[in-house]
């Protein structure tokens, strides 16, 4: 059995994560905020499942460790243009597809 302390800190982990939080209206609709309160209700309300809840609460927090950086696509976006694009476009188009992939 894991201990309902671990689950409230994985949970805490992953809303430091999300930077807008899996309470926001917008954020709740994507895949990942989903599935970890689900997890959570499921574990709050089972506990002969907490084992399995807080797994899927650490596979959350590990997925949305796994995107990349806002640096690394900037570096990319740089690695492509080059000089054809000045350092505030690619920030802003940094910016851009971060939104993006907090979004999924």
Do not use: W
Not at 61 to 73: F, K, L, Q
């Amino acid at each position: 059995m894991v201990d309902p302390q671990l689950v409230a800190r994985l949970r805490q982990e992953s809303y430091a994560m999300q930077p807008m939080g899996c309470d926001d209206a917008a954020s709740f609709a994507t895949p990942l905020c989903s599935i970890e309160t689900l997890a959570y209700a499921i574990g709050s309300k089972a506990p002969a499942v907490l084992a399995e809840a807080s797994q899927i609460l650490a596979h959350v927090t590990v997925a949305r460790g796994a995107g990349p950086s806002r640096d690394e696509i900037a570096e990319a976006i740089e690695d492509v243009c080059g000089e054809e694009l000045s350092g505030c476009c690619v920030n802003r188009i940094a910016d851009a597809v971060m939104k993006l992939c907090r979004a999924r």
